[in-house]
Nanobody
């Protein structure tokens, strides 16, 4: 079993909503900063949203602000969620859950030591 497992990806129309979930399989990441990244074909992995381990501070990539919300529940195995509203074709990508041991939440992918396998989100126009 993988330590982080994403789910919730789907094929949807523009304007739709989806909620992605990241399961902390072994309960290892309750005190880790966590984030969602995405990677579209031919593009680099991009930071989408991040949340500190207590859930007090959140950060978003500019293009998703006001549309996406990141949540976490440290008492549940479904540790990290990403609520995505008003989806756009440009949101099409594989979405990854990631965890970092760093005290400071960063937007760079190389700051995250643990990754899930990803879940595909496809938004049609």
């Amino acid at each position: 079993q993988e330590p982080l497992v994403e789910s919730g990806g789907a094929v949807v129309q523009a304007g739709s909503s989806l909620t992605l979930s990241c399961v902390d399989t072994f309960g290892n990441f309750k005190k880790h900063g966590m984030a969602w990244f995405r990677q579209a074909p031919g593009k680099e992995r991009q930071f989408v949203a991040g949340l500190t381990w207590r859930g007090r501070d959140s950060f978003y990539e500019d293009s998703v602000k006001g549309r996406f919300t990141i949540f976490r529940n440290n008492t549940q195995k479904a540790l990290l969620l990403l609520q995505m509203n008003n989806l756009e074709p440009e949101d099409t990508a594989v979405y990854y859950c990631a965890a970092t041991t760093s005290i400071h939440l960063r937007r760079a992918a190389d700051a995250y030591e643990y990754w899930g396998q990803g879940t595909q989100v496809t938004v049609s126009s």
